[in-house]
Structure formats: C-alpha cells, structure tokens
C-alpha cells in the first residue's frame, strides 16, 4: 500500500496489517481477505495501471505466497499473456 500511495495511489492494501503485527497466519489470512473484499467492492482507483504478482519455483515460500494471494481477487494469467 505504501510504494502505491508513492505512486499517488490509494488503494485498500494501506488498510492491511504490516506482516510483524498479525499474531498468528489465521490473523494474516483475515487482514488479506479483509483487503481483497475492499477491493472487490471498490476496486481500484482510476488511471492505476494493472498490479502484477509473479511466483516462481514450488517451494515453500512461493507456496505461502500464492495462498495468501489467492485471498484477493485476481486473474491467472500465463507470461506470454502479458503486454
């Protein structure tokens, strides 16, 4: 939230918990899910460019990532899809 508020963007990422002050994963996933219904209901701010996630590998990192991500809502597309 904060590097798009630099871009002169406000969108509901600023209203997610900074990683460090979720007590548990379960506290995590809510503060996402929270987000990603902000986001469905109110989308994004006009002129804001698409936001891009990419994962790579099937480790556990990229694992977590891609669970906590599939909390908000997205489309999956392939590298080759991309403009």
Do not use: W
Not at 46 to 64: E, I, L
């Amino acid at each position: 939230g904060q590097r798009l508020l630099a871009d002169g963007y406000s969108t509901p990422f600023l209203y997610s918990n900074r990683c460090f002050m979720n007590t548990s994963l379960e506290e995590a996933k809510e503060s996402v899910a929270n987000v990603g219904e902000m986001i469905a209901k109110q989308g994004f701010p006009n002129g804001m460019p698409p936001v891009t996630f990419v994962f790579t590998g099937a480790g556990n990192v990229s694992t977590g990532a891609l669970e906590m991500f599939k909390l908000l809502p997205h489309k999956m597309v392939e590298p080759e899809e991309l403009e």
